[in-house]
Structures are given as structure tokens and as C-alpha cells.
């Protein structure tokens, strides 16, 4: 009997060890993560808190281990250098048995850290509940790589400017005569640079709109727009091109157009993209129509439409007769960088950064940008700006 | 003697508003150095100031500010040439008293015509 139990006993302490064992590299791996993680368990006492808690909020781990989430709380709220909310979100949360949230949360001291964090409640495999976990990660790096490519480009873009102004400005004065007469050579050379060097600038500008964008800096000036007049005005300056490709660019415009709650020059940039790309895909000798009305529930909806479209709207329609745009290209045709192959076959130039700008504009205006088209048919563009009333 | 100001510190841009002013009958004097052109500024005052923002010594805007503050009702309006067009750039160009605000690059037909608006030849 002795021998059985003896033989018991080295079971036990083995599975004890094994145990131990399994306990300290979980918790190896917890202290050796790169980011802060607390637990509290179902009474909401805080369980678990690593060596990085203690990097990144200043508070040593033993004055909050066995703690009320409160008692965290009011820790984290004594130190002015932590943002008010950190606190919030561990109160907030502890009560929270399934909600799974995550946020942003910027650190100035003891270091300057950007924190991503998310915190979700945590189960055993059999599904008891046993807690809520909160996981901080620095993304201090990240951010500050994002802040200086933001930077740069926006210093190169600004500087580009500079000399773009004098290759312009001179070759405007020649093209004006006020050097001399013009050989039909010259003027045609020169005629190439002013076109080079606006192309060179619509691209710095485009550039220079992403980095905004992605960095959601784009400042915009909503009011109330004349919608009808901004059209014309915007499409105008397309006039000679649409003429030289013996294309008809029309405005059908209803008597009564309202007005929409929008920024004037973003309108006029969305539509000139668009319009743009519609005199550039479309053959000679083709048809662009320009519309706009106000789209209400008791409208035929145009074909497509997201359902996030909230209805009574402003409608503007690019619709071009042009050789359309396979589906598949549809689905890619908003993000950045994307060229249809359509596009990349007919020779036609282009970065890929014209309709990423457009859905990112007319989406910070409250707007939904989307297109239709059949291949052979022609492609109808579509986006909508909230009425200003 | 009446006289537009040009400053601006790079040359070739210099070069261009100049020519494209004098070209129109205008009398241009242009410098790149804008505290010299805030002295000029205040001792003799222009028809018309055009400045650049980003000058080597003092910002084209603080010199819109000292010259509409020195010279009150009497300052001469005053075209702010930038490269950044942002709306707060152009909200900071009016905040320091500036009647236009031209981002570069500009065709130099557009800046006469801005410059028209103020001061006839």
C-alpha cells in the first residue's frame, strides 16, 4: 500500500511541476510581449499586469495587482501626464461582460508612446467567462514614420511649386509674344511645355491631396453651393478639348436645381476628375452628359446606387458613351493607385490617384460616390452632396 | 513716384513678375530681402505690395502686418504670393490684413489682372 501511494504522490507532485511549469512560461511570454496587458477577472480585481504596464503608465505593478479596477483607475488618474480617458476606459469596460472595443490613446509621459489598444473579455475553452483583457500597443514608430512621409511630401510638394511657377510663367510670356514673335515651331514646342508642366503640377496637387487625405488633414469650407452654376463654371474650361475630340459635352439640368451643402472648390475638383476622365475615355466623336437633380424617395433610383445613400439628395451623373469598364475593374476602380487595364492598354496617362481623391472628397462631404456601366455601353458615374436645407 | 513692390526671393520668379509688370506700364522695384523691403515699404510707401511668404529673413506675412499696422488707413493693399494653398493659409494670409492671395504657380496674365483690380497704370 505504501508503494501505491508513494507512486500516487510522484504523480501529483509531477503534475504539479508540469503545471508550474506551463504557469511560469505563460507568464515568461506575457513579460516578454512589447505590450501592456491587464486582466481583471469577474469581480473586476485586477489579476494580471505586466513589466510593459509599468513601462508605459509609470505605476508599478504590486500597488494595483489585487486591486479593484477603482483602485487602477484612480492610479492611472493621478499621474496629469496620462489622458483622462485611460481611466474611463478601464471603468467603463470592467462592467462590460461581451463588448470587444479598441481605441487610439497618445502618452506624454514617462515617454511620449502612441497606444493602440483593445480590450475584450476572455473565456476558458469550456466557455465560462473568466474576465476582461486590456492590450496596449505602442505604435509610437509607426505614427511618427506616417507624420514625417506626410511632412516630406508636403515640403517637396510645396517646393515643386517654386519652380513649376517660372517654367509656367516664362513659357506663358513667350507664348504671349512678349519675347517676339513666334516661329509655328516654337510656339508648338512651347505649347508641349505649358501642357508638360500643367501635368507635372496636376499630379504634384494630386499628391499632395493623398498625403492630406491619408493623413486627414484635408481642410474643407462647406456652404451653400449654386449647384447648376458651379457645373458650367467647372465644366467649361473642358469645352476646347471635348471640341478638338469632336465630342458632345452636354449639361441637362433641370429649371429648378437645389442648392447643396458643399465645398465649391472640392465640387469643382470631383467634377473635373470626373468629367476628365470622361472626355479622356471616351472615342472621338462620343458623348458626355453632365446632369443634376434632386433624388427623393419617390425617384426612379439610379441603377447601383449604395444603399448608404440617404435620400432626398443632390444626384450629378457623368455619363459617357465611352468603351465602359469591365466589372471587375469596377469593384478596384476607387482605390488608390488602381488603373483599370482598359486604361493601361489604351496609353492613357494617369497615376491611379484621380477617383481615390474623388470617393475620399465627396466622403468627407457627407457624399456616396459609385458607377454603372456595361462594357461597350459607356460608364455612368454617379456621386451625391446632402442638400443644403 | 508711384511704383509696385515686388518681394520675392526667388530670382527667376522675380525676373517674371517684373517683366510681366513693366511689360503692362507698371513701375516695378523688386527685392529678395524682406526686412530691406519693410524699411522701403514704410519710408515709401508703394501702390500696390506684393509678397512672398517664405523669405529668408522675416515672413512675408509679418511684413503685411507691420505695414498695415504702420501705415493704418494709408497701407497699400497688399497680394500674398504662396506656394502653400491650403484654407488655413489663405485664412492666415487675411488674417494679417492681406487683400489677395495668389497661389503659385500662377500665370502671370492672372497676377496682372489681380494687380489691375487694385492700382491702374
Known amino acids: 500500500m505504501t508503494g501505491d501511494n508513494a507512486l500516487h504522490n510522484s504523480d501529483s507532485n509531477d503534475a504539479l511541476a508540469e503545471i508550474q511549469r506551463e504557469r511560469d512560461t505563460l507568464e515568461a511570454i506575457l513579460e516578454t510581449g512589447n505590450d501592456a496587458i491587464i486582466m481583471l477577472d469577474t469581480e473586476q480585481c485586477v489579476v494580471t499586469a505586466n513589466l510593459q504596464f509599468e513601462s508605459f503608465f509609470g505605476i508599478p505593478r504590486y500597488s494595483v495587482i489585487g486591486q479593484q479596477v477603482e483602485a487602477l483607475a484612480a492610479r492611472l488618474g493621478e499621474n496629469a501626464a496620462l489622458p483622462e480617458e485611460l481611466s474611463g476606459i478601464f471603468l467603463r469596460l470592467a462592467s462590460e461582460p461581451s463588448q470587444t472595443l479598441g481605441g487610439d490613446s497618445e502618452l506624454e509621459s514617462p515617454q511620449r508612446r502612441t497606444l493602440v489598444w483593445y480590450s475584450a473579455p476572455v473565456y476558458s475553452q469550456t466557455g465560462t467567462l473568466l474576465g476582461r483583457v486590456f492590450a496596449f500597443h505602442d505604435t509610437t514608430r509607426e505614427r511618427d514614420a506616417d507624420r514625417m512621409k506626410t511632412q516630406f511630401v508636403s515640403m517637396i510638394s510645396h517646393e515643386l511649386r517654386t519652380p513649376l511657377t517660372s517654367i509656367k510663367g516664362f513659357t506663358e510670356l513667350m507664348l504671349e509674344g512678349e519675347a517676339g514673335e513666334l516661329q509655328p515651331e516654337v510656339r508648338e514646342y512651347l505649347d508641349i511645355i505649358q501642357f508638360s508642366a500643367n501635368r507635372l503640377l496636376h499630379l504634384v496637387n494630386d499628391i499632395l491631396d493623398v498625403t492630406q487625405l491619408e493623413a486627414g488633414r484635408l481642410e474643407l469650407r462647406p456652404a451653400r453651393l449654386h449647384v447648376a452654376a458651379l457645373i458650367e463654371a467647372a465644366i467649361a474650361p473642358m469645352g476646347p478639348l471635348a471640341m478638338s475630340k469632336r465630342q458632345l459635352l452636354t449639361l441637362e439640368l433641370p429649371t429648378a436645381v437645389p442648392d447643396a451643402w458643399a465645398d465649391a472648390e472640392r465640387v469643382t475638383q470631383i467634377l473635373t476628375n470626373l468629367v476628365g476622365n470622361a472626355l479622356k475615355y471616351t472615342p472621338d466623336g462620343g458623348t458626355i452628359r453632365v446632369k443634376a437633380r434632386i433624388l427623393t424617395p419617390f425617384d426612379t433610383l439610379p441603377p447601383n446606387m449604395p444603399s448608404e445613400v440617404r435620400l432626398p439628395t443632390l444626384l450629378i451623373a457623368i455619363c459617357d458613351s465611352g468603351s465602359g469598364i469591365e466589372p471587375a475593374a469596377q469593384a478596384e476602380l476607387f482605390t488608390r493607385f488602381y488603373r483599370a487595364a482598359q486604361a493601361i492598354e489604351s496609353q492613357q496617362a494617369g497615376t491611379g490617384l484621380g477617383l481615390f481623391i474623388v470617393k475620399s472628397l465627396v466622403t468627407l462631404q457627407g457624399g456616396v460616390v459609385w458607377v454603372y456601366s456595361e462594357p461597350g455601353r459607356g460608364s455612368d458615374f454617379y456621386f451625391t452632396l446632402p442638400l443644403a436645407d | ?121
Open chain 2, 1 to 121: 513716384m508711384s511704383y509696385v513692390l515686388v518681394v520675392e526671393d526667388d530670382k527667376y520668379i522675380q525676373l517674371l513678375i517684373t517683366r510681366k509688370l513693366q511689360s503692362a506700364g507698371y513701375t516695378v522695384r523688386a527685392l529678395a530681402s524682406g526686412k530691406e523691403a519693410l524699411a522701403l515699404a514704410l519710408r515709401e510707401p508703394p501702390s500696390i505690395l506684393l509678397l512672398d511668404v517664405m523669405l529668408p529673413d522675416i515672413s512675408g506675412l509679418d511684413i503685411c502686418k507691420a505695414v498695415k499696422a504702420e501705415l493704418g488707413a494709408k497701407s497699400p493693399p497688399v497680394i500674398i504670393l504662396s506656394a502653400r494653398g491650403q484654407i488655413s493659409d489663405v485664412q492666415a494670409g487675411k488674417a494679417v490684413g492681406a487683400d489677395d492671395y495668389l497661389i503659385k504657380p500662377f500665370a502671370p496674365r492672372e497676377l496682372l489682372t489681380r494687380v489691375q483690380r487694385f492700382v491702374r497704370v
